[in-house]
């Protein structure tokens, strides 16, 4: 059998929650999020960074967890869909895609959850073309994402609304 | 001619910074609704919506359980030959690992479907690229992979099959005598008499290519399996009772051993509907002989490769029409290539000929078609199920139909649709009430399609960026064909508890489109109850009944009716007993369920499904009541043509159908969306790439579904005409948006350029050379 | 996951100058390691043949946006986000923009490098050929010292660069002085998002009146290396734009380049559609 390398140990802020992890250096952020983590919300659809289940926000950052490696994680800021949702009250994002039918298999939704936030939190009020754009990196099969839109520009109108 | 209907409308607001997408639902009711209705018609919020918007939603990917390993598959790289050894890299300590092969099977080596030709793990022969052949599990996923390398298996090749045409000349004859897994043969009247008076005849042949399904969640399973207690599967699957009769045959073991449960499905459109069956398999040798709970979850590229795709077809029309455009006779031929073994191919080749003469009325028709074999992994189920490929070669060809009569294609439909009392090419007489002329125009007028005509007319003249409108119509039939639902003898059960809360029990899977919704909607509407005292228990074969396969768009239509039917048989039992009496609240409810329970036993029905008496099909003459009910529509595409780069863009959509009954709007404008987009991809981006009956583009990467970015607005309206045996007269719609799409397509981009389009997908590089001859 | 992921070793050096030194102590043991958006898609597929690397992600020396006079110079850690936020660079420099813009998604854009694209030396990536029209330079760094290359001399050949295996892409320098230049990209993929290359053109031309002062043309997808077109700027260079011109232009565009049947696309549609866009990029400077 071929030479393992040694395991490592990772410091990072999970969803707020100060973490330790153990790892290989080169796992992907993905799999150590679902296993060792056991933040299973995070999807793997695509294992090539094409499809967007997997993101998540590391510092901030929209990315795809399948393509960050472990060793990479050491002192970040990460946020998984288990992150969103604020003690159980759901985000704006999280209740439209509820009620505008955002959401079918929901397999992509996690990944799609965390791109809609990350782009309202850099554009409070985006155009539907906006939307496509900030969307781009996640593939839905289910819904020809038109909800997905609706439900976005909804909770940006929930949003403005409240404010 | 014209009646009302329910509308449901979905209007834009723009503003000047953009398009702001501003959704609104608006019913305008005109003809008078009996009652009014308290959940049906509601856009209910998705049952499990939660957990899928949480994160909570636990797929089989997300399950662990205790003790468990973990399983892959190796598999031939050759497509076809004998297998000569299997061998075992020495490095690798092959004691640790679970090994299975061919001969560790306990019942039959066999994946049970129709017939029993597919091998659940190759034992002498290869038939296919990427065929099962050994199967190993460890602890450790990395380790197990290694393995997975080492394992070499030595073929002797023989000569191998792509093509439907080699499959048809018997180039080589690679299943059965002749190639041929099924034909049928149709006829209405008397086709031959119609061509010496014919006006006009029109020829031509069309191609569609084989389509991934592409749900994001890839195929897995968990298994359980001992000896002792037999086998139990956990995974992402459409049809429990498929993988239960599978399993069944593959150990031995009787009904009551084997165990199918289906786990939070993301994404199935057919992908799921037969290869399951395989997979569990699978995971369940591996837990036989190891003891240990398995896993096998395929990565991207696996599920790409051996999994199941849309068949490739070849059709081939000969039509007769007189001066006026009127159809005289139809002589259709079609063919499917479905791979190396037969899996659904008959049932495919069935419904892709019932459809291939579209909703038209034709008094001579005849139709032979046939599904073939290739050296291909087996093509099988994806929604629309071999309709969206007769479907597009007839939309495509009366389009040129009505270029040879000289008058347009709307007028050549209009003079050629069924009306309601005419008879459907395979012999069916239509019953209800159907009036494709009235949506054909409201699908012309809400897509604005005479004035862009004339509009892209001009401006194309003076771009290089061509525009163009065109548009599909179609029918859909719901529902298993003909005597299907019968054989099938589906059966929906309902139990409540003491407190009142009702629970179904239904075979049907929730995978996206919405069942457990639709059925909590239509429990609760026929109880008078909210939707939040229904729970729909997840399919479980030890628990819940048999409801057939979720498929042919039948789940709301006949499993809904099930539904429907053990509800009202519930209030029934309360009502005969006197301990309710209507209008009731829900605390009433719930107090006479428990009065029931403890004064007469359980409280519950199980309803069987009931084959219409009315309904006739002969399976001998391929004649009679294909279906007992029908989805009507007519699809606008809008697209732009690049002649500088020959890509294509559509820029607007409408979508116009007639359901029934909706019993959810975003759930069914959500079906019509993403069964678009799915269309989209059929017609212009997803192209697999075949080198010698391997998928070669077998990533995200280079196998491309469209983004958000290549999806145009959809815009969807809904017509209704209450079907009286669907739940509150619904029908089925989840594959209608599969058929008319592509072709509304192709025929904007033959008015845009002028290209004769005759394949899909149709790709830049077709394109680009198709461009250039018609400038020339 | 096709890889057996513990037989990789990833360290994080604290400074490029540890990184080097590592770098040159044991020569091709270590490569850098960025953002991972193309090795870790190797490693997914089984692909990745080498073992061990040094993340260069943090390093402040390899980060950061400069600008003097002269030049404007990106830390080969610049991500393809970080590059569209720039607003000189959207400003003078539009065309790596729009290329950073069009490739891969916001996540890979958020990870994926210049300083990485460069040393993938995929010929089909989408901010090379803008980097070829603005004359880039790349500084190479080792522990023995630092030299400057044009970025048009590091290829030798198909994803073989000019780089030394104790060596690293430090920057990447682009020259100022093209705002007034008539700018030009188009990538023709597979979709419009997400999508790798079938072909993807750069062009920047300066008019003095209707006579190409200077130009430069570049082009993705349809070589075994992202090449300039220089006969074919030689042929426009100093000539009023012609409809003949024009197509002499397409005739000697279609002698430089070789494009391939592959499983994207085909070798005649990249040829056409070269030349196309050629023919698109003159209209553009003509009018």
């Known amino acids: 059998m071929p030479e393992a390398t040694r395991k490592i140990q990772v410091q990072c802020q999970i969803n707020g929650q100060a973490v330790t992890l153990d790892a290989y250096p080169m796992a992907r952020l993905l799999d150590v999020l679902r296993e060792q983590a056991g933040l299973t919300g995070t999807k793997e659809g695509c294992g090539e960074g094409e499809c967007g289940a997997c993101a998540v926000e590391l510092d901030g950052a929209l990315v795809n967890s399948c393509l960050v490696p472990f060793a990479q994680a050491n002192g970040t800021t990460i946020r998984t869909i288990e992150g969103v949702a604020d003690h159980g009250r759901l985000a704006a994002v999280q209740q439209a895609f509820l009620t505008y039918g955002g959401a079918q298999c929901g397999i992509c939704t996690p990944g799609m959850i965390l791109a809609a936030v990350n782009l309202l939190a850099r554009n409070a009020q985006p155009t539907e073309t906006e939307i496509r754009e900030g969307l781009a990196g996640n593939l839905c099969r289910c819904t020809g994402y038109t909800k997905i839109f609706e439900s976005v520009l909804e909770a940006c109108r929930a949003t403005r609304t409240l404010a | 001619m014209c009646f009302a209907a329910n509308l449901k409308q979905v209007r834009y607001n723009r503003t000047k910074s953009g398009t702001a997408l501003h959704s609104r639902y608006r019913t305008m009711t005109t003809e008078h609704q009996p009652t009014e209705l308290q959940q049906i018609g509601k856009s209910i919020p998705r049952k499990e919506g939660r957990g899928k918007v949480t994160g909570s939603a636990r797929y089989v990917d997300d399950l662990t359980f205790p003790d468990m390993i973990y399983g892959v598959t190796v598999r031939s790289s050759a497509s076809r030959g004998k297998i000569l050894g299997i061998h075992f890299d020495k490095q690798i300590p092959w004691d640790q690992f679970t090994i299975v092969m061919a001969k560790d099977i306990p019942g039959k080596n066999c994946v049970a479907l129709l017939i029993e030709d597919q091998p659940c793990l190759a034992d002498e022969i290869v038939n296919h690229p990427e065929e099962a052949v050994v199967l190993l599990a460890h602890p450790d996923k990395y380790l197990l992979e290694v393995a997975r390398q080492g394992v070499r298996i030595e073929t002797e090749t023989l000569p191998a099959i792509y093509t439907i045409e080699d499959s048809l000349s018997r180039k080589q004859v690679i299943w059965g005598d002749d190639n041929i897994f099924k034909s049928y043969h149709m006829e209405k009247g008397n086709v031959d008499s119609a061509w010496d008076t014919a006006h006009f005849i029109v020829e031509g042949e069309y191609e569609t290519g084989a389509q991934e399904q592409l749900y994001i969640e890839p195929q897995g399973m968990i298994a359980r399996a001992d000896p002792a207690e037999g086998v139990a599967v956990w995974g992402s699957l459409q049809c429990p009772y498929y993988v239960h009769k599978a399993l069944v045959r593959l150990f031995g073991l009787p009904k009551e051993q084997i165990r199918v449960v289906q786990t939070e499905t993301g994404g199935g459109f057919g992908g799921k509907e037969e290869y399951p069956s395989m997979i569990a398999g699978h995971a369940a040798l591996l837990a036989w002989k190891s003891g240990k709970a398995v896993k096998i979850i395929y990565d991207r590229a696996e599920d790409m490769v051996a999994t199941t795709k849309r068949h490739p077809s070849l059709t081939r029309h000969r039509t007769a029409v007189t001066r006026a455009g009127k159809l005289m006779a139809m002589e259709i031929d079609f063919t499917i290539d479905g791979g190396a073994y037969e899996t659904l191919s008959p049932v495919v080749l069935s419904r892709g000929t019932i459809h291939a003469a579209g909703p038209y009325e034709c008094p001579n028709v005849r139709i032979r078609s046939r599904a073939v074999a290739t050296n291909a992994p087996p093509h099988g189920a994806f929604r629309g199920f071999g309709a969206p490929q007769s479907v597009f070669a007839l939309e495509r060809h009366l389009d040129r139909v009505a270029g040879v009569v000289g008058i347009s294609p709307e007028e050549l439909r209009r003079r050629n649709f069924i009306q309601q009392g005419q008879t459907l090419a395979f012999g069916q007489v239509v019953h209800e009430r159907v009036d494709m002329h009235h949506l054909l125009d409201r699908a012309l007028e809400l897509s604005g399609y005479h004035e862009k005509q004339k509009q892209f007319q001009e401006d194309n003249l003076r771009s290089s960026i061509k525009r163009g409108i065109g548009f599909a119509s179609f029918l859909h039939g719901a529902g298993f064909t003909g005597s299907g639902e019968e054989y099938l003898a589906s059966e929906a059960l309902i139990k409540v508890t003491r407190d009142g809360q009702v629970c179904v029990l239904a075979g049907s899977t929730e995978m996206g489109q919405g069942t457990n919704t639709v059925f909590a909607q239509i429990a609760a509407e026929a109880l008078a109850l909210e939707c939040e005292q229904i729970e729909i228990l997840q399919p479980d074969t030890a628990l819940v009944p048999n409801s057939g396969p979720t498929v042919a768009s039948r789940t709301t239509m006949i499993v809904g009716k099930l539904v429907e039917s053990a509800a009202l048989t519930v209030k029934q039992l309360l009502l005969e007993r006197s301990l309710l009496k209507e209008p009731y609240s829900a605390k009433e409810f719930s107090s006479a369920c428990r009065q029931y329970i403890e004064n007469f036993g359980a409280l519950e029905s199980l309803v069987k499904y009931q084959h219409p008496k009315d309904l006739h099909w002969d399976d001998g003459k391929y004649q009679g009541d294909a279906y007992g009910a029908y989805a009507w529509a007519v699809y606008v595409a809008e697209v732009s043509v690049d002649t500088r780069t020959a890509e294509v863009r559509v820029q607007d959509f409408v979508a116009v159908q007639e359901v029934g009954k909706v019993i959810n709007p975003v759930l069914a404008a959500g079906q019509i969306e993403g069964g678009v987009a799915q269309g ?69 981009i033959a008015h845009a350029t002028g290209v004769d389009i005759r394949q899909i997908p149709i790709t830049p590089e077709k394109l680009i050379d198709m461009l250039e001859s018609v400038h020339a | ?227 300039r077109a220089v006969e074919t700027e030689k042929m426009l260079r100093g000539e009023q734009l012609t409809p003949t011109i024009a197509q002499a232009a397409q005739e000697s565009l279609a002698r430089e380049i070789t494009p391939i049947d592959d499983m994207r696309s085909t070798a005649r549609y990249r040829l056409r559609v070269s030349q196309n866009l050629l023919a698109e990029f003159c209209e553009r400077i003509a009018a």
């Open chain 2, 680 to 748: 989209i991809g059929f017609a212009l981006y997803e192209n697999v790439v075949w080198q010698e009956g391997r998928m070669i583009n077998g990533q995200m990467t280079n196998y491309i579904m469209p983004t958000s970015m290549d999806i145009p607005p959809i815009h969807v309206f809904f017509e209704e005409l209450p079907y009286s045996r669907g739940p509150a007269g619904a029908k089925g719609i989840g594959e209608l948006p599969l058929d008319g799409t592509a072709p509304a397509i192709a025929n904007a």
């Open chain 3, 1 to 227: 996951m096709r890889s057996y992921v513990p037989g990789y070793e990833m360290q994080a050096p604290r400074s490029l100058a540890e990184t080097l030194e590592r770098m040159a102590r044991e020569p091709g043991l270590w490569k850098p390691f960025a953002g991972g958006t193309d090795l870790m898609v190797l490693l997914e597929a089984g692909k990745l043949a080498h073992k061990n690397f040094l993340s260069v992600w943090k390093l402040r020396e390899l980060r950061g946006i400069e600008t003097t006079p002269e030049y404007v110079t990106l830390g080969a850690v610049t991500s393809y986000s970080e590059i569209r936020r720039h607003e000189l660079l959207a400003c003078e420099f539009p065309l790596l923009c729009r290329a950073a813009a069009e490739t891969g998604s916001i996540a890979t854009q958020n990870r994926g490098t210049i300083g990485g694209n460069i040393a993938n030396a995929s010929p089909a990536a989408d901010s090379p050929p803008a980097l070829l029209v603005y004359d880039a330079e790349l500084e190479l760094v080792s522990a023995s010292g630092t030299r400057w290359l044009p970025y048009q001399s590091f290829w030798k050949g198909y994803k073989q660069i000019e780089l030394r295996n104790d060596e690293l892409i430090r920057a990447i320098r682009l020259p100022r002085g093209k705002n007034g230049w008539v700018h030009f990209y188009r990538k023709v993929g597979t979709r419009r998002a997400q999508a790798i290359s079938k072909v993807c053109f750069a062009g920047a031309a300066r008019m003095e009146a209707r006579r190409i002062a200077d130009v430069r043309i570049a082009l993705g997808s349809v070589a075994p290396t992202v090449l």
